[in-house]
């Protein structure tokens, strides 16, 4: 399955951008941490399948196609001044509609967001406001590239019986 992992970066590009003020940082950088107020981004923690099976679609021609619906588990993780009111504005934001539908469900995506922690805490001997929250995404991996798998259709059936007296039958595909 192909993860659509840069459509899902673009997508909480878009909404953090769009709702909070604080400069906004992909985790596993390999940079130095900010100055200023900040929200780190994990876009995949987690990546679970929904349901038992996936949808597969049956073709005449003995292909069939797979598309895998997948439920992706996102962290931000807020630092700063503002850290727990920009994760509660972002949070807020995803109740209008028409601001969703741009952010998530154009993509194909869909959203819901966990809990809000805030993790305030002592760093350096003083207190520093943290908040972190998870955002659930639902995808669809590309439709345009499904997993396929050519279950091998026959081209000729042969059957036939003596106790019932039916002559030899062939049936051929196309």
């Excluded at 709702?19 to 994990?42: D, G, K, R, V, Y």
């Excluded at 630092?79 to 194909?108: E, H, I, M, N, T």
């Excluded at 908040?131 to 026959?154: E, H, K």
Aim: with cysteine; proline share 5%.
């Amino acid at each position: 399955m192909s993860l659509p992992t840069s459509i899902i970066k673009a997508a909480l590009q878009d909404w953090l951008s769009d709702t909070t003020s604080l400069a906004l940082i992909w985790q596993f950088q390999n940079t130095p941490e900010p100055n200023t107020p900040f929200i780190s981004i994990n876009p995949v923690i987690s990546v679970q399948r929904i349901g038992l099976f996936d949808e597969a679609e049956h073709l005449s021609t003995g292909l069939v196609n797979t598309h895998a619906h997948r439920r992706v588990m996102a962290s931000l993780n807020a630092c700063g001044v503002g850290a727990l009111d920009a994760l509660c504005q972002a949070q807020d934001k995803l109740d209008l509609p028409s601001l969703y539908d741009g952010w998530f469900y154009d993509r194909g995506l869909s959203a819901q967001t966990s809990d809000i922690r805030n993790l305030t805490g002592m760093k350096n001997g003083r207190y520093e406001q943290r908040a972190q929250m998870d955002i659930y995404l639902t995808c669809v991996n590309d439709a345009a590239a499904p997993l396929s798998d050519d279950v091998g259709w026959f081209n000729k059936i042969e059957y036939s019986s003596t106790d019932l007296h039916i002559p030899t039958t062939i049936i051929t595909g196309d």
